[in-house]
């Protein structure tokens, strides 16, 4: 199968180098509540969420993201993860010198990832924090509609529940539906947020690498050169994992691949992930899509 | 371009309102009964709509055993029993590792999240709670150990479980895909679609004057997914393509021209390499909101061109409610039992036809047909709409 290329790539990451994050730092448990129903931005200053640590020595941290501004009606309700995930595909479009026209369209696929961004969603419902009329909110399949409404995409979609393997498959679904013709361009959008469910990753927190790294990221394909191949098996595990430091779930091999490109993109790069047991590896040779930059 | 490889539906399971079985099901089906009732498993007394297509017990499997104590769970594992049933095997007469899951879902184990959240501490919950859960749990079941997979495209989530399947098959990385949806009805569910006020208190009337709304029903709905050249023995059909396509309109509302649907279903026949012409019979999404009829209605209109007016199309909603990710799967089956059994069952209480849904849609009894290649609608929150297309064994 011929390997798509890049031609963007945005990502928000919770790091503390991150401009983007805000760090959590206090010894609080209970979750902070999600914030329905603001038009605005958590402007406030950037903080890290310390867990309480009862039987690991590692920190239980929450490296988080604030609620991107955006001005409009239209986003009053929106949710906190679905704000991350247009403030990533502006970012991708920085990226990749491009503005928002080059994506809109019928023939533009939108592929979205995540194992757990529509937990904090479904708990403000559950709660009945923001009043009941949030309730379409609740479904993962918002995330991508607030950036098929906000640009224009209106081809060919998909959305996989999982960990670091279900976005490796996603970019290998990408290269699968440029190969065949099915659209000429696809983007891959994960977003992985934890705040509002710290408590409920804190009970669990033997299942997963500490930090928990809140990151919303959009990869940019077009048709390209080169060999892309996936694999994927099961050792029974159920363990989250990536390879960067910390636990980003769907958001991993983004992060990644965005840290691969950091290095000069030396030779191909190869992705992996695991989760609840699967463990799955990318073998790719991006380009840089020659039209970068061109469309602007 | 290289035709793709044939993907087959081996067999298929179900769990439905309206019968535990693949046989209880269709008969129901044709027959006009009706799974709609009181809803008793969850409290609904503060609910303007307290009935939905509800399972009345899973009567299916008597010793759970090893399965989570989580309803959606336990909906898929019933659904899959009766795929062993029907496929006449248990354990998988296959390598394990070829042997992949992939499931539709609108909800996953949302009820297990509410239970975490009203302090139920027990170790398993949590993970339940995540939309994969269910899904994974299946494949333990089944001891299936190749890819297992969860989309959560809404209520189109059925139909893109079976693509996605096809798709495991076609690039070698399965030789075997148990594919399909579910969905269980809870209080998160139930409480959502009545504050959207998308609930009717009278029956689900799909394309009916009258229609005022839709009932939730709950299901698991699973197929067999093989490559039509390791296919062996008798089969229900074969999966010739798949559509999809983002309204790009709003979160819950379809776009009301049906664009994206019709999208979806130029993309579904173009990869089935059949046209208008060659569709036989049409299960449409149908779920009886005022707005769904109307323009599913116009956009099939527009895909299907003349065609649209010379073949039946009926929707199954109105006898088991709208089960959400099971839908899609259900009615893709029921396409295939139509050809298989040369019936198509009506459209349930569709008595006063809307003049703008003047497509012929079923009503009153099940209408002798056998159709050979047959579309499939499915239309979801957030504007996700896919559209397949089926063939006869």
Redesign the interface.
């Known amino acids: 199968m011929g390997a798509p290329a890049i031609r963007g790539l945005g990502i928000l990451s919770g790091e503390p180098k991150s401009a983007d994050a805000r760090a959590i730092s206090s010894e609080s448990t209970p979750a902070k509540p999600a914030d329905w129903g603001s038009a605005g931005a958590i402007s406030g200053p950037p903080h890290t969420k310390s867990l309480k640590n009862e039987t690991v020595d590692r920190p239980l941290q929450i490296l988080a993201l604030p609620r991107p501004d955006r001005p409009g009606d239209r986003f009053r309700r929106a949710t906190r993860e679905c704000l991350l995930a247009l403030a990533a595909v502006d970012a991708m479009l920085e990226d990749g010198k491009a503005s928002r026209e080059a994506i809109a369209g019928?023939r533009t696929a939108?592929l979205y990832v995540t194992?757990?961004a529509?937990?904090a969603s479904?708990?403000a419902?559950?709660?009945r924090r923001g009043g009941?009329?949030h309730?379409?909110?609740?479904?993962?399949?918002?995330v991508?509609?607030?950036v098929?409404?906000e640009?224009?995409?209106?081809?060919?979609?998909?959305?996989?529940?999982?960990g670091a393997p279900?976005t490796l498959?996603a970019i290998e679904?990408a290269a699968?539906l440029l190969e065949?013709?099915?659209c000429d361009r696809a983007l891959v959008l994960a977003v992985e947020i934890f705040e509002e469910c710290a408590d409920?990753y804190a009970?669990?927190r033997r299942?997963y690498r500490w930090p928990l790294v809140e990151t919303a990221a959009c990869l940019w394909l077009e048709r390209g050169a080169g060999a892309i191949s996936f694999e994927?098996?099961?050792d029974?595990r159920?363990v989250a994992g990536a390879t960067g430091p910390g636990e980003r779930f769907a958001a991993g091999p983004l992060a990644d691949l965005r840290d691969w490109r950091g290095r000069g993109m030396a030779g191909p790069v190869e992705l992996s992930g695991r989760w609840?047991g699967?463990q799955a590896r990318l073998h790719w040779s991006p380009e840089e899509s020659h039209a970068r930059g061109s469309a602007a | 371009m290289a035709t793709p490889e044939r993907v087959v539906l081996a067999a298929a399971g179900v769990v439905t309102p309206i019968g535990q079985d693949l046989e209880a099901f269709w008969s129901s089906l044709v027959t006009g009964a009706s799974g709609i009732s009181q809803i008793e498993r969850v409290p609904v007394a503060d609910l303007r709509v307290q009935r939905g297509g509800e399972v009345k017990k899973l009567g299916r499997i008597k010793d759970w055993r090893g399965v989570p104590d989580c309803r959606a769970t336990r909906l898929l594992i019933a659904a899959a029993d009766d795929l062993c049933a029907q496929a006449g095997f248990r354990p998988l007469p296959l390598d394990p590792a070829r042997v992949g899951v992939v499931v539709g879902t609108a909800l996953g184990g949302v009820e297990e999240g509410e239970k975490v959240l009203a302090g139920d501490r027990g170790r398993r919950r949590l993970p339940q709670a995540l939309y994969d859960g269910p899904g994974w749990a299946l494949a333990r079941w089944l001891g299936a150990r190749g890819p297992v997979i969860t989309v959560s495209t809404a209520c189109a989530s059925g139909a893109t479980a079976m693509a996605v399947g096809a798709d495991l098959l076609r690039a070698g990385e399965a030789d075997a895909v148990v594919a399909g949806g579910y969905d269980a009805l809870c209080r998160f569910v139930l409480r959502g679609f009545d504050a959207l006020r998308s609930l009717t208190r009278d029956e689900v009337r799909p394309f009916d004057r009258r229609r005022s709304g839709l009932l939730l029903g709950e299901a698991g709905a699973l197929a067999l997914l093989v490559r039509e050249r390791d296919a062996r023995g008798p089969r229900l059909g074969t999966l010739l393509g798949y559509g999809s396509a983002s309204d790009g309109f709003h979160i819950a509302a379809p776009e009301p021209e049906g664009r994206g649907l019709e999208r979806a279903i130029r993309a579904a026949l173009a990869d089935a390499r059949v046209s208008a012409a060659d569709i036989d019979l049409v299960s449409a999404h149908g779920t009886a909101t005022p707005l769904n009829d109307r323009i599913e209605t116009a956009a099939l209109k527009r895909a299907l061109g003349r065609r649209a007016h010379e073949i039946p199309i009926n929707s199954i909603k109105g006898s088991l409610g709208h089960t959400m990710g099971a839908a899609a799967a259900l009615e893709a089956f029921m396409c295939l039992l139509s050809a298989q059994r040369g019936l198509i069952p009506p459209t349930l209480h569709l008595e006063e036809p809307d003049p703008e849904c003047d497509l012929d849609y079923v009503p009153g009894q099940a209408r002798p047909g056998r159709p050979r290649v047959m579309l499939s609608t499915s239309m979801g929150f957030g504007g996700c709409n896919g559209a397949l297309i089926l063939e006869a064994a």
């Open positions: 019928e939108l194992a757990a529509y937990g479904n708990r419902f559950i709660e009941v009329m309730f379409a909110y609740t479904a993962p399949a918002v991508p509609a607030e098929a409404i640009f224009g995409v209106a081809g060919p979609y998909g959305i996989l529940i999982g279900a498959r679904q699968r065949a013709g099915t409920l009970r669990h299942s994927s098996a099961r029974g159920w609840r699967e």
